[in-house]
């Protein structure tokens, strides 16, 4: 998750925020027009601007350019050292995958319990979107005229500034995912958020102005303890946690999961809203609450973690609970040794005894 890509999109959502606020004072249709077009222009400058990108190592490696894999790897590594570690790593990684496993795999476990590590990526997703940030994101105007009694401009004006949280929190993701690893962050995320709706329906519940503009806060404060734990690592982990051989199969499971869960949550708002008021912030306050026991129980780390290294904890588990244990007790390959050779051996080692 390199720094620069998460604010750039964090600063996109904030941008489309303000164009949405200012064309709110616009009448007729060129408003939502408008609005649409930023998006698209957008989509024109990527589509113009693609082809200048260099194709994938990995995807050279496969198709027998080595060369032109080397030469990007060059141009991305500073070490030759580095360059050559990760030419071996690529094709390493393209032999494990050469027997490609079909989709009926998904739904057998295996050895390296493919069921059990797509069950993990996609419940990922189910997290990121039951903690109802796209419920805040889609509706905030809502809230804050329905539930806090703002204005309709005092109303736009929170909602678009709320990104600027987001921003943050992205740039604390960036300097603490490796550090910490996903599942801390993950579950101080899921804990904040349920203590931020634990604050608002409070307050909410109080009623009076200062309140009021307390919970606009701890709205606040929730997009930068949401976005810390859960805007990026559910995609990262679903990718991480997958073999090889089905990374793209359940990688493109996981996020048609979480398409699925975010239509719910869009749908099922409004009509939580309108039957349960502030109080329908408690089923989000519950949902982010177990999260922390989900997350510790059944989500091994994989921070430092090789692909290797990863099929060797599943490799080992018998449950669904021993990939945590066991992911606790094996020491890290690559950051106790430095030396590639060296590393390869320990590897090597390690699912020997598997």
Known sequence: MPLRTRLLADSTRMAAQWLAFAMSFVDGS?????????????????????????????????????????????????????????????????????????????FSMGPQRNLHRMLLACGVQVMLQFTG????????????????????????????????????????????????GRRALMMFSAAGMAVCFAFVIGLIALGTPTALIASVAFLYMYYLVYTIGFIGIPFMYASEIAPVQLRAAICGVSVAVSWICSYIVVQITPLGIAAMKSN??????????????????????????????????????KSCLDSVRIAKTMPLVRSSTPDPEMAMHVTEQVVEKV
């Open 30 to 106: 060129i408003a939502w027009r408008l609005t649409l077009s930023g998006s698209a222009l957008i989509s024109i400058f990527v589509m113009a601007t693609i082809f200048l990108l260099p194709e994938s190592p990995r995807w050279l490696k496969l198709k027998g350019r080595d060369d032109e894999a080397r030469r990007i790897l060059e141009m991305l590594l500073e070490e030759p050292e580095d360059v050559d570690k990760s030419i071996a790593d690529i094709e390493q990684a393209l032999r494990i995958s050469a027997n490609q496993a079909g989709l009926r795999d998904l």
């Open 133 to 180: 940030v796209n419920a805040l994101i889609f509706y905030t105007q809502t809230i804050y005229e329905t539930n806090l009694g703002f204005s309709p401009v005092k109303a736009g004006i929170l909602s678009a500034t709320s990104p600027v949280f987001m921003v943050i929190g992205g740039f604390l993701t960036a300097v603490t995912v490796d550090r910490w």
């Open 280 to 317: 329908f912030f408690i089923v989000w306050l519950v949902l982010n609450a177990s999260f922390v026991p989900i997350v510790y129980y059944f989500y091994p780390e994989t921070a430092g973690r090789s692909l290797e290294e990863i099929d060797a904890i599943f490799e080992q588990s």
